[in-house]
């Protein structure tokens, strides 16, 4: 393992990538060597702010033509993460592309085969996999102590950022999908969705999206940026027990319930007969360790690339999150008809 830190340029300096610098420049294994942002003036101005040593430009190249960088970090507007990731991985680059890796299911493709041909790590941002509270989810999930899941219930809702070029699904679902997707350990079959335009003519405010997964499991999604309060809650409902995941809250990530219903176990001879069990048990709300999920993710998006370390969110992962949403977006345009994603693949 080299002790020389990797070489790091990031592409976009806008809300988010900031955070990426930030994170970058905190973890001794990265040195973030050039700031790259189509608006010159805010390059340099996040440049000053955070890591005055490296290179502020409006070229992308000037990056890619330098070989101390090893990895790229996109963090630029979705329309736009296929031309910079394939110029990155063209150019011999690691490339962490944000969410949602690309726009079709055609780019992603393109881009797992250049990752693939050229080498290269390819890890899309799906920060919620370095959440501790979702992990603890999952680990509930698979040692059986929710039973069989049921179902997700997720409500990402908030007044604003309103974007122009993408619509709330494109801007929120992919962070439901990658945390569903990974707690059910299966991709949806099918995704119907209805959404809303209020705020501007085509794009959608209000998405309510209902997502069928394999052995009967669903999921629905209620995703708006026209909200009065801002929530991020999940729900797991398991035969045995049931959990919640509030991002929001501080000292209640996650809360266990240990309640369930069940039914008399064979089909009763009358109506009478018929037992319904109802219990309501404790509520349990586990210590977590917390650790920023992004600075979690930058720091195994560096270990990947120095230590070749399987990827945690690879370019596959961030097809299949692209997929769904691929999905969701064509039944948005037929009418909320639930579409499978065999007909997007
Ligand atoms: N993981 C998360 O929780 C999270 C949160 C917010 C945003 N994001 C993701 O981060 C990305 C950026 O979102 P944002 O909210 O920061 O957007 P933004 O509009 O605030 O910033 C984008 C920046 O990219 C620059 N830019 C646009 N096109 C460019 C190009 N071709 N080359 C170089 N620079 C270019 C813009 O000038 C702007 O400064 C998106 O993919 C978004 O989905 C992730």
Redesign the pocket.
Known sequence: MSAAPTGVAV???????P?LVRNFAALPAAQVLHL????LE?ARSVRDRLVPEAGAH?D?QVALADPAVRAVA?????A??F??ASAALRAGKHTLV???LAMTVAQCHELERLAEVGGLVLMV?H?FRFNVAVERIKQYVDSGDLGAIHYVHSRRVNLG?VQADINALW?FA??DFSIVNYWMGAEPLTVAARGFAYIQKGVEDVIFCTVEYPGGRGAHLHISWLDPRKVREMTVVGSRRMAVFDDISNDAKVRLYDSSVSTSPAPPESFADWQVDIRHGEVSIPRLGWVEP?RAELDHFLSCVRDGIPCRTPGAQGRAITEAIVAAQESLKRGGVAVPLSEIR
Do not use: N
């Open positions: 592409v976009g300096t806008g809300y988010w990538g955070a790259i942002d189509r608006d805010r409006d992308l996109v963090a630029t507007p979705a736009t993460h031309d910079i944000e969410k949602p941002g920060v950022r801007s992919p962070h992004l």
